[in-house]
Nanobody, 122 residues
Framework: QLQLVESGGGLVQPGGSLTLSCAAS????????IGWFRQAPGKEREGISC????????NYADSVKGRFIISKYNAENIVYLQMNNLKPEDTGTYYC???????????????WGQGTQVTVSS
């Protein structure tokens, strides 16, 4: 079965950049749409970005549009989330998920991993 492992989080100052990785195993990302989600303390998990199965379509939450970039590399079986101009409100635990399409990735995925912590603070 497909397994996803997030990494790359850490402490960064406001305005800084960080790139998160979603490494897949057991199957290839070629067959899946991959979404990134985050959860801040005391809040529900929210979708922030997704890339389609073919990689030709991407979407972003309004809160991160223009600052974050999602990319998919099938040969390396990995998906990245490049985060630029980070803000304190970006703080949270970031997770990746897979599904047949971006429209259902939030509800269809049931194997959430450990996530990776991102803290934006001065």
């Amino acid at each position: 079965q497909l397994q996803l492992v997030e990494s790359g989080g850490g402490l960064v100052q406001p305005g800084g950049s960080l790139t998160l990785s979603c490494a897949a195993s057991g199957d290839t990302v070629d067959y899946y749409a991959i979404g990134w989600f985050r959860q801040a303390p005391g809040k529900e998990r929210e979708g922030i970005s997704c890339i389609s199965v073919g990689g030709h379509s991407t979407n972003y939450a309004d809160s991160v549009k223009g600052r974050f970039i999602i990319s998919k590399y099938n040969a390396e079986n990995i998906v990245y989330l490049q985060m630029n101009n980070l803000k304190p409100e970006d703080t949270g635990t970031y997770y990746c998920a897979a599904a047949s399409s971006c429209r259902v990735v939030d509800v269809a995925f049931g194997s959430w991993g450990q996530g990776t912590q991102v803290t934006v603070s001065s």
